[in-house]
């Protein structure tokens, strides 16, 4: 079975200050796909990066990192010089390879970045 | 180009009636996806269809269907509601091939009294 672990529920920063989001998954396929995405209050899931299992190289786009590693089952988010207007809920996302749609979510990560 | 699009984005129903949502997934996107955001639950996988086929499902009891039409735009349905029901429904879509990622819709809030 599949599972994604977030276990910070909720967190707290002033901004200018970097945080990470962490992110622990489970699975027993060799293909697979993990996925973040932020949640603004009007709802909708927006995508923020896509690694697939053979790709444990890191990633930086602007303010974001993301940093993958496959012996800790771990893909975690960083989010440097926080800014008021990245405060959302964020969600990591686990799906097999093969085609299929179903994405596993963990419960997600509410940031609130205060001025 | 336009997003996903949810119709009606917000509704109230009482307990033991039906709705129906519909998803107009982007233009040129043959696959649509749903999912269920609780408080308690998360975001959980309803179904998946791609050229008007469902290819998978989630857990969920027989209340709950779908379908998608020629044009790929998509429906689900929730027959007898319960007030367990009351969720935030969105839809998402994809270009075929394992490696695309899925855009979702703002949703739909039901709400069930």
């Known amino acids: 079975a599949q599972k994604v672990t977030q276990a910070q529920t909720e967190i707290s920063v002033v901004e200018k200050e970097d945080v990470t989001l962490d992110c622990v998954y489970e699975?027993?396929?060799?293909?697979?796909?993990l996925f973040w995405y932020k949640q603004p209050p009007s709802g909708e899931l927006v995508f923020l990066i896509r690694?697939?299992?053979?790709?444990?190289q890191n990633e930086i786009s602007g303010r974001y990192s993301w940093n993958f590693q496959k012996s800790t089952s771990s893909f975690n988010f960083t989010i440097t010089a926080s800014q008021v207007v990245d405060s959302a809920v964020y969600f990591c996302?686990?799906?097999?390879?093969?085609?299929?749609?179903?994405?596993?979510f963990g419960k997600g990560t509410k940031l609130t970045v205060n001025p | 180009k336009a997003g996903v699009t949810q119709t009606p984005r917000y509704l109230i129903k009482t307990r033991g009636q039906q709705v129906t949502l519909s998803c107009s997934p982007i233009?040129?996107?043959?696959?649509v996806s749903w999912y269920q955001q609780t408080p308690g639950q998360g975001l959980q996988f309803l179904f998946e269809?791609?050229?008007?086929?469902?290819?998978n499902k989630g857990n969920f009891p027989g209340r709950f269907s779908g379908r998608q039409f020629s044009n790929s735009r998509s429906e689900m349905n929730v027959s007898t509601l319960e007030l367990g029901d009351s969720a935030l429904y969105l839809c998402?879509?994809?270009?075929?091939?394992?490696?695309?990622?899925?855009?979702f819709g703002e949703g739909s809030r039901l709400t069930v009294l």
């Open positions: 998402a879509s994809r270009w075929q091939g394992d490696t695309g990622e899925l855009f």
């Open positions: 233009s040129g996107h043959r696959s």
């Open positions: 269809y791609f050229s008007e086929t469902q290819r």
């Open positions: 996302a686990l799906r097999r390879g093969g085609g299929s749609e179903k994405l596993v």
């Open positions: 699975t027993r396929d060799t293909t697979y796909y």
């Open positions: 690694r697939n299992s053979f790709d444990e």
